[in-house]
């Protein structure tokens, strides 16, 4: 009993189940609209059930089939108008076949004389009326089911969203990073108290930010480059001047957008992974190009003491994934690193 819910729960158990009784019902109903012999029989019933089952079955492959090469949503009409035609003739078809053969097993029986085109446009039209309500029902069924698959998916890349650019949230806000901030700017506070408080200002800039665009899918090319100033005016004072950024975006594409965070996890990367000192100066350039936003930085000595996991990237292409859906494109020469981001216009 145990195992007979088991199977029953499953779901392409409980399809098949689902198909067998329908067709078996429809085949029952059929044959109580034309009886073969006139005489009720358990053979005949049984006949035009599997008659049925076999056209549950046909409707079932070919619904696949329809599903595949026309889409429901975008072609609603032409997908209705082929799965009520298609269906129609193939169940006449299979209806067809089906009383020649009965009529091979029992020559006695012609169901095409006495009248049997009139049955058989009857059958073909009774057979319309069943094809046009299993068809609206169907697609009232599958629209229901698409909405749902809808909604459950773009709740799921909601949260993988958020996951995402919580990820770099928390790599912003990580007490590493500010332990250093806090040290650079103790240093400073003795030298220059001007260039103290911009310190402070640009820091309170970059957190202020962080705080209010990570629930924010895209933000405008300007917001970023402003929060990637900010943030790249910190290191600068950080490293003492051996970091140079170099923006060359033109205004009219200041409005583009794209994810939060994305230009300054590749300017916090390039910092992390190349060694900047008065022999080897960092350089970082950020440009606008067809489209896309290139992020390139030149390679100096390997700092020994970053490992590289390529976290920050792996997070930009699975936020441009699933918000932009275009690739990013990363080039990795002997002297330069560049990434390339689509904007969004």
């Known amino acids: ?45 049984f006949l035009n059930g599997a008659l049925g089952v076999a056209i549950s079955y046909i409707f079932d492959w070919t619904n696949l089939f329809l599903n595949r090469t ?5 072609q609603t009409g032409l997908r209705l108008f082929m799965g009520i035609f298609v269906h129609l003739i193939a169940g006449l ?34 057979f319309f009326c069943v094809v046009l309500i299993y068809n609206i029902i169907y697609f009232a069924y599958y629209s229901y089911q698409y909405y749902i698959k809808g909604q459950l998916m773009e709740s799921q890349l909601q949260r993988k969203q958020t996951e995402l650019q919580l990820t770099a949230l928390k790599s912003q806000l990580s007490p590493h990073f500010l332990f250093n901030c806090l040290n650079a700017l103790s240093a400073l506070v003795t030298k220059d108290v001007n260039a103290a408080e911009q310190f402070i200002r640009s820091l309170a800039t970059s957190y202020q930010y962080t705080l209010k665009t990570y629930r924010i899918p895209l933000v405008e090319v300007a917001e970023e480059l402003k929060f990637t100033r900010s943030y790249y005016f910190l290191m600068k004072t950080r490293f003492q001047g051996q970091i140079s950024l170099d923006v060359d975006v033109p205004e009219p594409f200041l409005g583009s957008k794209i994810p939060p965070m994305t230009l300054q996890m590749l300017v916090e990367n390039a910092i992390k992974h190349n060694v900047s000192d008065m022999d080897n ?41 699933l918000l932009i859906k275009k690739p990013i494109t990363v080039q990795h020469g002997t002297s330069d690193f560049s990434v390339k981001l689509p904007v969004f216009q």
């Open 1 to 45: 009993m145990e195992g007979l819910k088991f199977l029953i729960d499953r779901p392409k158990m409980r399809k098949h189940l689902f198909l067998i009784v329908l067709g078996f019902a429809v085949g029952i109903l059929f044959y109580a609209f034309h009886k073969f012999k006139g005489i009720p029989n358990v053979w005949e019933i």
């Open 281 to 321: 100066q960092l350089m970082i350039r950020i440009r606008y190009q067809a489209g896309f936003l290139e992020v390139a930085n030149t390679i100096t000595k390997p700092r020994l003491s970053a490992k590289s996991t390529h976290i920050g990237l792996h997070n930009i292409k699975s936020r441009y994934k």
């Open 70 to 74: 026309i889409h429901w949503k975008r």
């Open 93 to 126: 078809a299979i209806v067809f076949i089906a009383l020649k053969l009965y009529g091979i097993f029992y020559p006695t029986y012609d169901f095409f004389a006495s009248r049997g085109e009139m049955v058989f446009l009857k059958i073909t039209v009774l």
